[in-house]
Structures are given as C-alpha cells and as structure tokens.
C-alpha cells in the first residue's frame, strides 16, 4: 500500500509553524485476526518470490546440474515453510497473551465497578434507611418498629416463594432483600403530619383522621419526587407502591384510593400485614399493647376482609416465629439486621449479573401505572 500524505486542516491558523504532515494508510485491519492474516500472506509472498528468485538465478548464472537445482529448491521451500510455520505459531501464541491479558483487565475493572455500585447502593440505602427511622422515632417509643416490619415481611415473602413459587415467580432473594428495606419506608409521610395528630393520646376526630390518612400520599410524593432526580429504580418503585399502598385492603375498604384485591401490589399486601401485627403489638401513647393470641384472632377475623388470603395463609404458617420477635422487642439487633444496607446492595448487583428476575416491581395495576 502507497502511503498518503495529509495535512491537519484543525490547526490554529495563527500558529508560526506550518502544520506538520500526518501519514496516514488506506489500508486498516478491523481485527487482530485480519492482520495476523496479512501479515502471514506478506510473509509467504516474500518467501515464495524469494525462492523462485534464487532458483532462477541458480540455474541460469551457476549452470547447476538440474538434480542439485531441485534437491536446493526443495531446501529453500522447506527453510522457508518451517520459518512460515513457526512465524504463524508465534502469532496465535501472542494474540492468545494478548486475550488473556486484555480478559484479565476486563476483570479486574468488572470488579471495581462491582465494588463501587455497591458502595453507592449501600450508601444510599443507609441514607434512606436512617431517614426512615428518624420518621419513626416521630411515632414509636424504641425505634425498633422498622426492623421487626422487615423480619416479619422477610418471613412472609420467604413463605410464599417456597410454597407458592408458580403463584408468585417475582419472589427471588433480592426481591425479598428489596422488600425488607423498602417496608421501612411505609410511613414516611408521617413527616408531614403535626404532632397534636400523630401523638394525640385520645381516639381522633372524622377530621383529624382524614389528615392522618394523607400520610400515605405524603409519602408517596416524596419518594416520586426522589425517582424524579435518581430515575427508575426497582427498589424505590417498591418503596413508593407501600408507602402508598400499605393501607388498601383487601375487600376495597381501604384507603387512599379504595383499590381491591390483585390491584394492590404483592409488597404493600405484605407489608400491611406486618405493620398491622406490629402496631397492634406495641404500645403507643395512645393505647396499650395487645397480646399475640389477641392480634392472632384479629387478624383470623379479617381474613379476605381486611388482609390477602395467602398472607394471612402464610402467617399462620410462621406465627411463632412472629410470636418470638416480638418477644424480643427492645433487644440489639441482629448481625443480619445490621448489614440490612449492603446485603440489599449485593443482592441488587447479583440481579443485574444473572438477570434472573423480574424488575421488582409488581406487574399487577397500580394506582402508580399513570
């Protein structure tokens, strides 16, 4: 190929020196193989016409006999295609290194793109985790209310998967990981609400109700306000479906919008039927607690009413063990409860690795659909 001479025509005009000539060739490999193809066939060409060259000039200035013409032909053929040969053999063997370094780099890079996602997720996730609880603080007297949610959720949603796993296919672990951490953002929106409300010690009035009820938009609003600046996230989708969602009920009776049944998400159903067994559990300052044999008939009662059949099936299944957290409200939490943030993180990146599930957001109708 015959090189062609360009100039920059970028340069600054008024620059002194003249633009330097760039070399430039027409002819560009697209890959490694195209040009280890080209270098091979250069080479055999060089060889071959250097063997027909010396053959002749053998023959015709050294009048060799014909037999040694030949037998020193086939000397130079065979020097040459063992020099081919071992010339293609280094070229595999480099191009293999030079694969395997690059697949190394890739990997190391993957890694450090890994960590730090999952650095940023559990910041983030810490960040919301903590402003929830503050919410919480506004409304509880331990502080404990938003772990003992997603021990209760997490024993639900894993009740269901192993038991009904055709029925509820999103169920995978960073689905359950994304609940357990977006149920602590169910009453969020009770920062909007005054405390001669939220604290009242007494039964509150037709319209001090109405106001309470607007937690749940409130809440709402501000997570959609937060998927406005970060973009669609699985887990701040789940979290705006049960801050809005987590006081419909079955039957419709519910509230903000009255939604029934299947409308109403998988994790606001979840959700609703660990707040309620918590809240009925603890005591506040405006009412005692009630025992677990007590909140266990109530919630029998509102089977189909108030609560999703399945979910109360599948707290039948596992109420001792609600039973036994809650006897432990007011102990540390656990290991698990304190790594809640980066668990949730990893299990987020596992999703995005294998691809395995669904975006984390119930497919039913929502209120959140527009």
Known sequence: ?????????????????????RLEWSFRPGTRRALFVGVLLAQAAVMLGGVLLVDFWLRREMHLAPVWADRLMVFQS???????????????????????????????????????????????????????????????????HLERIGRYARLLAQHLSEHSPDLYPEITDAWIERLVLASSLHDIGKVGIPDRILLKPGRLTPEEREVMETHALIGADTLI??????????FIDMGIEIA???HEKW??????FGIAG???????????????YDAVTSERVYKAA????????LILSQRGSHFDPAVVDAYLACCDSFDQIRSQAGSRPTPQEIDLPERTAESYLTELRTNDAGPGVDARPSPLAA
């Open 78 to 144: 065979s020097v040459s295609l063992s020099v081919f040969v071992m010339t293609g053999m280094v070229m595999v063997l480099a191009g293999r290194r030079y694969r395997d370094s690059i697949e190394r780099r890739n990997t190391v890079l993957n890694r450090e793109v890994e960590r730090g996602i999952s650095e940023g997720l559990a910041r983030r996730n810490a960040l919301i985790f903590g402003l929830a609880k503050l919410a919480d603080y506004r409304d509880t007297d331990t502080g404990a």
């Open 251 to 256: 039957d419709g009776s519910g509230y903000p």
């Open 290 to 297: 009630m025992s677990h044999e007590k909140t266990h008939e």
């Open 244 to 246: 809005l969602q987590h």
């Open 225 to 234: 306000a937060i998927r406005r600046k970060l973009g669609s996230d699985p």
């Open 1 to 21: 190929m015959i090189p062609v001479v360009s100039h920059d025509r970028t340069s600054n005009p008024t620059s002194e020196r003249a633009p330097s000539p």
């Open 262 to 276: 299947l409308k109403i998400s998988l994790a606001a159903r979840i959700v609703a039927m660990a707040d309620f």
